[in-house]
């Protein structure tokens, strides 16, 4: 029977992870700073950009981002009131929205990209063999839900991205 409180191990596993998220999270965001993009502008301009030039659902992209309708309607209006996103009627239905970058959002998005690749490997990757990086891939296979068409986080941390 388990007691209410973690174990040692249970309690370091788990802190561990809070603070390494947090740690590499603040020093992602602040590389991103310089370019006026936040870690949640960020996610979005990714996953625009692997969608390629047809764009994506506005739902699908909210959906993956895993946010509120609402806050990520707020996040949409940003980024089309900065010229990186563009909104339009679906054209297979006229009922949703499809999302594309802009030309400015494609530049953007480069080089939000590059820098923030450059801070994983300076902050992340480097630290860990491979043997590591299999490791952790491996844990969060696990940690995935049950359910497999549930979507996945752009490129890492749940509403925002590490990618």
Do not use: C, K
Request: neutral net charge.
């Amino acid at each position: 029977m388990a007691s209410e409180g973690l174990t040692d191990l249970e309690q370091a596993a788990w802190a561990g992870f809070l603070v390494t998220h947090d740690r590499l999270w603040r020093a992602l965001a602040e590389g991103l700073a310089p370019l006026n993009v936040s870690m949640a502008e960020y996610s979005v301009l990714t996953l625009l950009h692997e969608a390629g030039p047809g764009g994506m659902r506005m739902s699908v992209l909210a959906e993956r981002h895993l946010m509120s309708s609402g806050g990520f309607t707020r996040l949409a209006d940003r980024l089309q009131n900065r010229g990186l996103i563009e909104r339009r009627r679906s054209a297979a239905d006229g009922r949703g929205f499809e999302v594309t970058l802009t030309r400015e959002g494609r530049a953007l998005i480069r080089r939000a990209r590059r820098q923030h690749h450059a801070d994983l490997r300076e902050l992340f990757f480097s630290r860990l063999e491979d043997r590591h990086l299999r490791g952790l891939a491996e844990v969060w296979a696990l940690l995935a839900p049950e359910d497999d068409s549930a979507p996945a986080p752009a490129h890492g941390s749940g509403a925002a991205s590490a990618s």
